[in-house]
Antibody
Framework: EVQLVESGGGLVKPGGSLRLSCAASGFTFDDYAMHWVRQAPGKGLEWVSGISWNSGSIGYADSVKGRFTISRDNAKNSLYLQMNSLRAEDTALYYC?????????????WGQGTLVTVSS | EIVLTQSPGTLSLSPGERATLSCRASQSVSSSYLAWYQQKPGQAPRLLIYGASSRATGIPDRFSGSGSGTDFTLTISRLEPEDFAVYYCQQYGSSPVTFGQGTKLEIK
């Protein structure tokens, strides 16, 4: 059974940093691209960042480019999102999502999310 | 980036009725790279349809997707009580991938 478990969310002040983690199990992690998707309270879904199976291809939404860094450790079956210079508009539930292939596709499995709140 | 516009914003129907949800793209979605998701309150999104018309694993056949180019449709043939939720379309044919704003399907 595919499982994605996010952690690392919390309350942080504007300008602060946070590192999210996603622990994956139930599939061969290093065969698939992985993504972060966020959802602001009461709002829709927004793709944040994606990373190919071997970290050779990485992409970011314009809204986070230059502030967020995605990475993965295939030996630990883990995905990460380093978030710097956080803003109030980054407040959201952050989902880890699995790609069905090696590149940028749709998302066939999702975690339950970790909440990031940016507030003074 | 491709903007996806979903309509209607809210759809009020009764169990047993047919639901038709629309997703219109600001430009053609290449190779019909369009997916649909269902999200219930407090839950993560669940993949329903990919490639515009292929059902994901375990999805009942009352859910079907159609369309190409800029116009796509999700149809639920006979609504079950568990189908009332928010539905999102997503295109993955062009970078960045983008989502529609969602359609809320509520019980009439």
């Amino acid at each position: 059974e595919v499982q994605l478990v996010e952690s690392g969310g919390g309350l942080v002040k504007p300008g602060g940093s946070l590192r999210l983690s996603c622990a994956a199990s139930g599939f061969t992690f290093d065969d698939y691209a992985m993504h972060w998707v966020r959802q602001a309270p009461g709002k829709g879904l927004e793709w944040v960042s994606g990373i190919s199976w071997n970290s050779g291809s990485i992409g970011y939404a314009d809204s986070v480019k230059g502030r967020f860094t995605i990475s993965r450790d295939n030996a630990k079956n883990s995905l990460y999102l380093q978030m710097n210079s956080l803003r109030a508009e980054d407040t959201a539930l952050y989902y880890c999502a699995k790609d069905p292939g090696a590149g940028w596709d749709y998302f066939d499995y999702w975690g339950q999310g970790t909440l990031v709140t940016v507030s003074s | 980036e491709i903007v996806l516009t979903q309509s209607p914003g809210t759809l009020s129907l009764s169990p047993g009725e047919r639901a038709t949800l629309s997703c219109r793209a600001s430009q053609s979605v290449s190779s019909s790279y369009l997916a649909w998701y269902q999200q219930k309150p407090g839950q993560a999104p669940r993949l329903l349809i990919y490639g515009a018309s292929s059902r994901a694993t375990g999805i009942p056949d009352r859910f079907s997707g159609s369309g190409s180019g800029t116009d796509f449709t999700l149809t639920i043939s006979r609504l079950e009580p568990e189908d009332f939720a928010v539905y999102y379309c997503q295109q993955y044919g062009s970078s960045p991938v983008t989502f529609g704003q969602g359609t809320k399907l509520e019980i009439k």
